[in-house]
């Protein structure tokens, strides 16, 4: 199938452990993103990257650290894990410029932080 | 000023109406405009994209587009219960990949 795929589905941690969330998107597509979802449903762009290149960087905290080994495959690793960072964690995709290409998401990953 | 503004709802219309959802946006340099539809505990899936002023159809959703108002709205006809949801304006701001979200309208149709 031709998609988005982010793992894990469900991540349950304690405060301060480390964890990692992997998005691979296999529909040719030259720009990756990181988007949260609070429990109030606001969708909110953390980082997106051009064919490997970082070129959208909200205000996020530096705990949070995007690696994008290829342009097919965007991973994000979170340290020091805080409740506040418990959310869902959508990794989406499109083709070129945001001009004319809508995202396609991932199923997102729900975090909960203990 | 929030960049892309939407009333939270929820709406609710019975069964067969016409739903209309509205959203604002800040930036007047923006050049595409979409919709999302967000089931609860489901990613957002794109309903509708529209680009230039006026209306777009698309089976039973048609988009309205004003830029000089700064406003984009969905309009669902003959809405179903399969309808309800949160429906998501999307817009990109500063002519970049950056596409910023509205709070979403959570849609509810009364059987």
């Known amino acids: 199938d031709t998609a988005v795929s982010q793992t894990p589905k469900y991540l349950v941690t304690q405060m301060g452990n480390d964890k990692s969330i992997k998005c691979e998107q296999n529909?040719?597509?030259?720009?990756m993103y990181w988007y949260k979802q609070d429990s109030k449903k606001f969708l909110k762009i953390m980082f997106s990257?051009?064919?490997?290149?970082?070129?959208i960087n909200e205000t996020v905290p530096n705990r949070f650290s995007p690696k994008s080994p290829d342009k097919a495959h965007l991973n994000l690793h979170i340290n020091s894990l805080e409740l506040g960072d418990s959310a869902v964690y959508f990794c989406?995709?499109?083709?070129?410029?945001?001009?004319?290409?809508?995202?396609?998401f991932g199923n997102g990953t729900r975090l909960t932080v203990t | 000023q929030k960049e892309v503004e939407q009333n939270s709802g929820p709406l609710s219309v019975p069964e067969g109406a016409i739903a209309s959802l509205n959203c604002t946006y800040s930036?007047?340099?923006?050049?595409?405009f979409f919709w999302y539809r967000q089931y609860s505990g489901k990613s957002p899936e794109l309903i509708m994209s529209?680009?230039?002023?006026g209306d777009k159809e698309d089976g039973r959703f048609t988009a309205q587009l004003n830029k000089a108002s700064q406003y984009v709205s969905l309009l669902i006809r003959d809405s179903q219960p399969s309808d309800s949801a949160t429906y998501l304006c999307?817009?990109?701001?500063?002519?970049?990949?950056?596409?910023?979200f509205g709070s979403g309208t959570r849609l509810l149709v009364r059987p």
């Open positions: 989406a995709s499109s083709q070129a410029e945001q001009y004319n290409s809508p995202l396609h």
């Open positions: 529909l040719g597509h030259d720009t």
């Open positions: 990257y051009n064919n490997k290149e970082l070129i």
């Open positions: 930036d007047r340099g923006s050049q595409s």
């Open positions: 529209i680009y230039s002023n």
């Open positions: 999307a817009v990109p701001m500063d002519s970049s990949y950056k596409l910023i």
